[in-house]
């Protein structure tokens, strides 16, 4: 009796199993779609990601990833409310359900994929570790930095990777630490510390949001890999791949022409195949995701494809394409799968 209990237990593990995480699937998205909004957790406040502008509202790069998944899920970039998160609880608001997702210049890192207990749909901006000074200070590379102080976040990578490159390279260094982005700069722009090491995005963020950029040097060295995305809570899959698609639509989007002005038109006249598909006139692609077949149109319509939304936000602080053009620019690394 034991043994035949013992082996129907056993069989019945794989259902249970299955049953689980399709439970957990939905429940973002259930959640979202009750409410009637989408919470994304942003950055507190970095010039040309995540930053509101003298009327309160909230413009950037990732806050148009955020736009962009409440587009395809109610057809309004209205239903978003944003969550400022620092790089020490940005991580807790997501784990306990205080924000659906996270659009905050994350990078993808093994621990933080399995440990944390989440998931990078994608990545949507490359980037590396860099350090600014005041050109004053005459440093020309990194290396000149030895028994220099060092401005830094900590609960980031930039923390590790300042140490994991120092060790390495055998430079001293006196860290000076501080949470809050807003203060850290401050405390840079003072002169507390000699460097500032962030994101090279970051950096340039920060230099473009000062009275006299000029008065401040990114240096050339790039000492990391640092993958940013959106970030959403393991087992959440269906919201996971709604999200992973919205990235790919607006990468797919600019490489097959579509923009922001001409994304109607081309959903009424443009019949090659792939188009046809992406924009819902043929196929149920939309529904498998568990939105409108027309999604994409209106996220187009609302954001523009990814090169706008780059343009919009990036360009003008002084951030190249660079490894973010599409995979058919030498160089580029953006790249959307098959819409089929």
């Not at 994991?164 to 405390?187: K, S």
Request: some cysteine.
């Amino acid at each position: 009796m034991f043994g035949a209990a013992l082996v129907a237990s056993v069989m019945a593990m794989p259902a249970l199993a299955q049953q689980q995480p399709a439970a957990q699937a939905t429940a973002t998205l259930d959640a979202i779609r009750a409410r009637g909004t989408l919470i994304c957790g942003v950055n507190t406040g970095l010039a040309g990601f995540a930053q509101p502008d003298s009327q309160g509202v909230w413009r950037g790069f990732d806050v148009d990833y955020c736009r962009a998944v409440a587009v395809a899920l109610f057809n309004d970039p209205s239903k978003v409310r944003y969550v400022p998160t620092t790089a020490q609880n940005r991580f807790t608001a997501l784990q306990s359900g205080e924000v659906d997702m996270l659009s905050r210049n994350t990078t993808w890192t093994l621990s933080r994929d399995t440990s944390l207990g989440f998931d990078f749909p994608a990545i949507s901006f490359y980037d590396g570790q860099g350090f600014m000074v005041k050109a004053s200070l005459g440093v020309r590379t990194a290396r000149e930095l030895d028994g220099a102080t060092i401005c830094v976040q900590p609960g980031t990578t930039t923390e590790q990777n300042l140490t994991d490159w120092a060790r390495a390279n055998r430079v001293t260094f006196t860290p000076v630490v501080i949470e809050r982005l807003e203060e850290l700069v401050t405390a840079f722009v003072a002169g507390r510390c000699d460097a500032f090491t962030t994101d090279v995005s970051g950096l340039a963020a920060t230099r473009s949001a000062q009275p006299r950029p000029a008065d401040y040097t990114i240096l050339p060295d790039v000492i990391s890999k640092e993958p940013l995305g959106p970030l959403v809570r393991h087992g959440d899959q269906r919201f996971s791949d709604l999200v992973r698609w919205v990235h790919f639509g607006l990468i797919g989007a600019e490489e097959l022409g579509i923009n922001a002005a001409n994304v109607q038109e081309m959903a009424a006249n443009d019949t090659r195949p792939e188009v046809q598909r992406m924009l819902g006139k043929n196929g149920d692609l939309g529904r498998m995701l568990g939105v409108d077949n027309a999604w994409l149109v209106n996220v187009i319509r609302a954001v523009g494809n990814y090169g706008e939304v780059f343009g919009r936000s990036l360009t003008p602080i002084g951030i190249q394409r660079g490894p973010n053009a599409l995979w058919t620019t030498p160089g580029g690394l953006q790249y959307s799968p098959p819409f089929r």
